[in-house]
Each structure stands twice: as C-alpha cells, then as structure tokens.
C-alpha cells in the first residue's frame, strides 16, 4: 500500500524548482510497478497491467531528461496511462472490496472521473473556453486529491487483522 | 482522375491504420475482441471524413505529427517542376482503370455466388428445425432462407435477404475432427451431428450419453450459431465495406492488410460472442473446432458478401488467442476503452488546434536551401484570412522572402520563385526594388515600396471577406509615431489552398492626428443647415506585430522555431464616427450649439459599459469639452479601460470601450458656434468597442444609425435620424 500511495503521489503531482520537477512521473510509474509486484498472489490482471507502467516509465523518463514533442507518442501514452491506472485501481478495489466495500466502490468512482474528466480535457482543451478550462482543471485536481486521499484511507490487511 | 488526392486519401488511411494496429499491439491481450474489432471504428472515421477537412480541433492530431498531406503535395509540386505532370495524369487513369476493373470482378464474384446459392436446393425439414431449435436455444433469430451448396464451411450471404448456407457433404465439422473432440474430451462418445438430416435434441438418442445429448453443447450447435451471430450482427455489411475499401485503395498493399486484419478481427469478434453464448467451459472445445476447420484449409479466400468463420490457418493464431483470454480481461472496463477509442478517433480526424499552426522553415545557406524552404512555406496554407495578413506583414517587417511565398498566390508562384533566389543572390541590395532598378520592371509589387520594415506599426482597416475573397486596407507608420506620413496599402485576399494575399494598391498619405480610414458604412443627412455624417469601420491589429521585429535575420543557420500564427486579430475595435457641419450662411458666432445623438441599434446596450463626457476627463483627455474627440487619445488608454470594460454578453468576448457615450448609447457635443463657421465637419463622437473574438465588428450589408438633436442656446432647433447605407 505504501508503492501506491507513493506512486499516485509521484505521478499525480508535479513540483518544479526552476525547471527540474521534483517528483517525476516515471518514479511514480516505477513505484506502481513495484506495488504491482509486490502482491504474493497477483490477479491476471495486474500480470498484464504490470509490464505498462514500465512502458510509460520509460516514455516518461525520456520526457523527463529530454524535451521534445511527438504527438503519436504522447496519444499513445495518454491511452496506455488511462488505462493502466484505471485498471490498477480497479484491482485494488476488488482487493479491498470484501473488507472494506465503502471505499472499493469510492475508488471505482472516482476512477471512473478520472478517466471521463481527461477525456473531456482532451476534447474540449483546443477550443480556449477559459471558464470552462478552468472548471475543468479544478476538477481534475479534485479528482486527484480525492484519489489520494481515498488510496490513504485504505486500511491495510494488518491494520484490518489488526 | 487527380491522382494526388487519391495518394493523400491513401496515405493517410494507411497511417491511421498503422496507428490502430500499434495500438492494437499495444493492447494485444489486455483488452478483449469487442474493443481489438471496435478500435477499427477510428479507421472508418477516417475513410469517412474527406481528406483536407479540417474537421475539429485537437490538442494532438496525428496529422500534425504526420503531415501527410503536405508531403503528397511537396511531392505534386516537385513533379510540376520536375515537368513530370503528363505521367501522373496517366498514373490517374491507371489508377482509376484498376479500381473499375477490381470493382467489376468483385461484383461478378457477388453475382455469380447470389447465383449459386439462388439455385441451390434449399435445407430439408430436419436442417431448419435443427437450425430453429439452436437459434430458439441461444435466443438469437434464425434464419428463414437455408440453403445447402458444395462449400467448406457454412456462411451467410446477403444484405437484405440473408441466406444461410450450409455445406452440401463432409458434415458440418468432419468425422475425424469430431473424434478427436470426443477423444481429447475423455467423456462417452456423443451422436455426432454430421449429417444435416439428422435431428438433433428433439429426441433423446439411444446412447449412454445421449441423455444430455439433447442439453449438450454439439459441435455442430457452436458453427450454426456462430453464422446466426453474423446474420444477427450485419457482418456481412462489414464485408462489403472493405471490399468497397479494397477497390478504393486498390494498389495500397497495407490496405489489403489492414483489412484483413479487420475480418480476422470481426470473426473474433463473433468467436467471443459464441462462448459468452455457450459458456467459458466450451472454449477448448470450440478453439479445437476451429483449428479443424481451417486445418488444410490453405488459402480460403473471403467471398465478398459473406462471413467466412473458417479463415486461412495463418489467421487462425490471433483467434484462438483471443479465446483463449475468453474472460480474462479487466472487469468494468467498457468506460476506459470507450474514451481512448473516442479520443483516438478524434485525432485521427481532427486537426492541430489553432496554436499549433506554424512553419518550421529549415535555415537557408543556399540557393538550394531557398528553394527548400519556399517549397516548405508553398505547401503551407493560411487557415484563416486573418492569418494571411498576418504573415504578408511579417514578410514586410522582416523583409522576408519565404514567409511571403507563404501568402503568394498560385499563378505568381513561379515567377516570384525566380524573385526570391534573385533577391537572395543580390546581397547587395537591402531592398527588392533594387532589383529592378537599372532594369526594365520585371516583377509586380510582391513587398510594398518604401516599406521601412521592423520599424513599422500595422493597423489593419476594414478586414471583409467572403468564402472565396475579400479585402483589407493596411496603415503602415513609423513604430512610436502617432501622425504624419504613413503608408496605406490595399490588400486583396482570396482562398486558393489556403489564403492568399496580394498587395493591390499602396499609396503614402499624410495625416494630422489620426489616420482615419474609408468607412465600410457611411450615411449622411441634413437638418436643416447642419449635415450629420456618419461613418463606420473596423479596425485591427496584430500584439505580435507590434514589437520591432528582428529583421534582418532573414537566414538563419538554425531551424526557426515558431509561436504559432494568429488566426485572428489580438484585438478589433467596431469605431463610428458622427460629425456635424454647419452649412448655413448665418453666423452663430456667440451661440452655443449642442449636438445630441441616440444611438438607434442600441436601445438596448446588453450589458455594455459606457464612458460617460465627464469620464472622459478622468481618462485625461481634452479638457475643453468641445467635442474635438480623438480615437488615438482613448486607444492609448486601453490598458487601463480593458480593466473595466464590461465582460458581459459573450463570455468569450473581451470587450473594450472607449469614446464619449452616456449610458444608454447616448452622445453629446457642444461647440461655440465660431467653430462651425465654414463648414468644416466637426467630431460630435466618436470611438468604438473592441473585441478578441471575430465576427463581432462591422460588415458590409449592415446599418447603423443616431439620432440627432441640435440644440442652440438651449433650444431645439433640428432633430433627425441618420442611417447609413453601404459604400
């Protein structure tokens, strides 16, 4: 649970000293990758989601260590991060669902606003409607913060023995 | 046959293809074959939607990263050049001559098979009860028309009427396949329906099995209902639709391919549905059946207008696969495909958003960089008229030849070629009418006379254009300087590929206060000895013109990096100026003569702010109040207006006021009388609104008018309407 907190924090966050960004997206992807792996009993699912986080590790670490544009790369990646994180979430809701079945339904929520608020963004972005922009951006903070928070509020298995 | 729109429609279904197929890989056993079969759906977006559509924009368009149609047409251009134009309007009529003949033989495949099955004798009783009782079982339609013809495998054939065919001898799966079924399934050997005439689950059979035979998942069952689901599903549709691609693309191997993919994918497709029909526990089995079924079928062709559940054995891998992964994806993860396969499609068929229109011009050492680099700047096209201008002007400020081939239109492209690499081998001379001097005038006025270049400001008056044309008046003065001597050019912009400008009047006036051009609407009247004129223009301008421009970098080493070109103005201003004109012989020497005016199209003023006399003093203005109004005064103090203009009406609409109203749409001036004398119109108000967004300023056809009331010491003397009409 730790590999995911950590992981969303990476990749969902961005915190710039000039132009260095402190919490680089391809951290995030190696650590969600990482929490993937972790699991002694992994789902088939995440066998198979697993090896995309590399992928968008990689694709991230370029961008991190050298500027330039590819707009084929970038619609590929979009499409491989959407749903590769929709999928871990969804893993992590069944995981937690017989225990905690509040929270699985929370995340599989708010997943689901992730993925229709980017797609949005990325429909509605090229018109410059500032409101709406704006209304946009607001949300998808929102939603991320929301996700954080939720991923935080997970009990662990011990915690739940516990 | 335009061969080249053929290459580019061509060229960029191949690449949207390619793209879904690399995506496809991407995904390969992470998503099921309803997503691998509907992911083609971005591929027929493309076929679909005409090449050079733009149809809406995106933040990343595939064909912003691959131009194709710029590079098809570079390539058309090289073959002018190349004078090779003969041999790709014969290419043309091979090409069209291919599709023709490709059409004419699928359509005599299609007769000659509707044909066959027409004559075909139809299914006994026993086949269409059987066929009946798997559809009634699986809660699927039947099929009315069975008909039994020599073929390997059963299919459905037909748009409006399908027919099910089923294969006259062999069986449906074969003896030997079927005892290897029994044999790898370990369980009681169970009536193999191998025979059409054979009834099967109506009655029990004798065997020890054949208790649950009637239950039972037969071999038979899974091929029948497989057809069903193609009838049931309109495939045979999506049979012809690539067929129809194949003819199109005809000469295009990846279409072939792609295509092909397409069909393996649909038949996946029907596969999944046959197990979500039959259950997960049938999928050996049925996989197995497949694998029978196209064992030593070598080639088996796909007839048009059919299903075809047996492909070719090569085929067979990706099927089984996907069977295989029968239920092993992802629960709930219809929302997630959905999205990446509409913004999939949306870059497939949308263009780069308006900030990302830009050249990248490759730096020029060379006669033969210059000439690369007009080709790059031909083949780009001005999206809007708006941009045109904005690129003619560039090319002004910096003197530069290739932003200028941009805007040229097509039938001075060649000789403005020659202009250009003559231009660029005469590094002596800083200004292209050096070109023509000692000689006779060999060129046109592709670049104004006298233009100072980085050290000119540019408003633009009066932008009208139509679909196909327009016009525009251009003022050009030195940057800082408010009056005196400026140059006016009248530019004419049509819509060739993309627009064009040409510079067809340029003239230097001179001017006391500010320049004010030709209105667009005009009107005048008279009460009685006083003429009120009304005028009416549009004014623009461009922020990023407005800096002194590097100009005389014209060659660069390095590749230019662009900003993107603005596709409208930063900003329009809607102006109108009423005067008023003493025509009289009679003195009014010692009177006071007010001029107020309403304004007749504004009763209303919809939420827009309105400067009142007295706040016209607070913007530091004249403070004598005469009424003498300069537009120039209020433009200057826009920084602090735009603070306080009204946002309201449209949201994305700034909007800028300036100009001596009071609310309402109301106006006033008061003048001594001894400035009326002669006859010399005077400014009673003038000023305008501006705005960010096109669309909002004056046109041609409109009208616009006040009304007037002309007071003298107090009393009313004239009023009246004024309209204007057009010029």
Redesign the interface.
């Known amino acids: 649970m730790k590999y995911l907190k950590w992981g969303i924090l990476f990749t969902f966050l961005d915190f710039y000293i000039g132009r260095l960004n402190l919490l680089p997206a391809f951290v995030g992807m190696l650590i969600l990758y990482g929490s993937l792996r972790s699991h002694e009993e992994p789902t088939p699912a995440e066998g198979r989601v697993a090896p995309l986080f590399l992928v968008l590790a990689a694709d991230y670490f370029l961008h991190w260590i050298w500027q330039f544009e590819n707009a084929v790369e970038e619609l590929i990646a979009l499409a491989v991060s959407l749903y590769a994180l929709y999928v871990l979430f969804g893993e992590v809701a069944e995981r937690i669902r017989p225990a905690q079945p509040d929270k699985a339904a929370r995340l599989e929520f708010l997943r689901a606003c992730m993925v229709v608020l980017q797609c949005v963004v990325f429909l509605v972005s090229p018109y410059g409607i500032q409101a709406l922009n704006f209304l946009l951006a607001a949300l998808v903070i929102a939603v991320c913060i929301a996700l954080i928070v939720a991923v935080c509020g997970i009990r662990t298995q011990e915690a739940v023995r516990g | 046959m335009d061969i080249w729109s053929i290459l580019e429609y061509t060229a960029s279904v191949t690449v949207i293809g390619l ?1 879904i197929v ?2 496809k890989l ?2 390969y ?3 099921d074959a309803r997503w691998h079969y509907f992911i083609w759906l971005v591929l027929l977006a493309r076929i679909l939607v005409p090449v050079g559509v733009e149809a ?7 064909f ?3 131009p194709v149609g710029r590079w098809v047409e570079m390539a058309r251009i090289l073959a002018q050049n190349g004078k090779y134009n003969g041999l790709f309007e014969i290419l043309g009529r091979v090409y069209l001559c291919g599709a023709c003949v490709l059409a004419l033989f699928y359509l005599a495949m299609w007769i000659w098979l509707r044909v066959r099955v027409a004559l075909a004798p139809g299914a006994d009783e026993a086949v269409r009860e059987y066929v009946d009782q798997v559809a009634r079982k699986y809660g699927v339609p039947g099929c009315r028309d069975i008909r039994v013809c020599k073929s390997r495998t059963p299919y459905i054939c037909g748009l409006m009427h399908p027919v099910l065919v089923l294969p006259a001898q062999g069986g449906l799966t074969g003896r030997a396949c079927l005892e290897r079924l029994n044999e790898t399934d370990g369980k009681p050997p169970v009536e193999p329906v191998v025979d059409p005439s054979a009834v099967i689950g109506a009655e029990s059979p004798q065997t020890e099995a054949g208790a649950s035979a009637a239950n039972a998942v037969l071999p038979g069952e899974q091929v029948i209902l497989h057809e069903l689901l193609h009838k049931r599903y309109g495939d045979v549709m999506v049979n012809l639709a690539v067929h129809a691609v194949r003819v199109v693309n005809w000469f295009n191997p990846f279409a072939w391919l792609l295509t092909g993919a397409l069909l393996n994918d649909s038949e996946a497709l029907c596969d999944q549905r046959v197990l979500e029909y039959c259950g997960e526990e049938t999928a050996r089995g049925y996989g197995e059946l497949l694998i029978c079924m196209g064992e030593g079928a070598g080639r088996n062709p796909v007839k048009i207008g059919t299903s075809n559940m047996a492909s070719s054995y090569r085929n067979m891998k990706t099927r089984i696969r996907r069977i295989r992964d029968f239920r ?6 219809g ?3 959905l ?2 396969t ?3 499609t ?2 497939a068929i ?1 263009s ?3 900030d990302m229109y830009r050249m990248e011009i490759p730096g020029v050492d060379s006669v033969d960089d210059l000439k690369k680099a007009l080709l790059y700047a031909r083949c780009y096209h001005a999206h809007t008229p708006y941009e045109a201008i904005y690129l003619f002007l560039r090319s002004c400020k910096e003197s530069n030849t290739i932003y200028r081939m941009a805007v040229m239109p097509e039938k001075e492209i060649p000789r403005y070629g020659e202009f250009a690499e003559k231009w660029f081998l005469r590094q002596d001379i800083t200004t292209w009418e050096g070109l023509s001097r000692g000689e006779t005038d060999e060129y046109p006025a592709y670049f104004p006379t006298d233009s100072q270049g980085m050290l000119m400001n540019y408003r633009i008056y009066n932008l009208t254009c139509d679909e196909k044309q327009g016009s525009a008046t251009v003022y050009a003065m030195p940057y800082g300087q408010q009056s005196g001597t400026g140059l006016e050019w009248r530019l004419e912009v049509t819509r060739e590929d993309g627009w064009k400008v040409w510079l067809a009047q340029e003239a230097q006036t001179e001017v006391n206060g500010a320049y004010v051009p030709e209105p667009l609407l005009s009107g005048s009247a008279l009460l009685g000895d006083f003429r009120i004129d009304l005028s009416a223009y549009n004014e623009g301008g461009f922020r990023q013109l407005e800096k002194a421009g590097s100009g005389l970098n014209w060659y660069q080493n390095d590749v230019i990096e662009e900003e993107g070109y603005p596709q409208y103005f930063s900003m329009e201003y809607k102006c109108r100026n009423v005067t008023v004109s003493y025509l009289g012989e009679e003195s009014l020497e010692g009177h006071t003569v007010k001029v107020l005016t309403t304004d007749l199209e504004n009763q209303d003023t919809g939420g827009k702010r309105e400067y009142s006399a007295g706040a016209r003093k607070s913007v530091g203005g004249n403070q004598d109040n005469t009424g003498a109004m300069d537009p120039a005064e209020y433009r200057e103090e826009l920084g602090r207006m735009a603070g306080e203009a009204s946002k309201e009406g449209a ?2 609409v700034t909007v800028e006021s300036y100009g001596q109203y009071h609310s309402g749409g109301n106006a006033s001036a008061v003048f001594d009388g001894g400035e009326l004398a002669g006859g010399a119109p005077r400014l009673v108000c003038g000023g305008g609104n501006g705005y960010s967004q096109p669309g909002c300023c004056w046109e041609k056809g409109d009208r616009t008018g006040v009304f007037v009331q002309i007071y003298i010491d107090g009393n009313l003397v004239e009023e009246g309407e004024v309209w204007s009409g057009n010029l």
């Open positions: 793209l690399l995506v991407v995904f056993d992470k998503l809406i924009p995106v933040p990343l368009s595939v912003g990263q691959i092993k994806v992802p629960k709930r993860i929302l997630v495909t999205c990446i509409l913004m999939l949306v870059s949308g780069a958003a308006g949201d994305a």
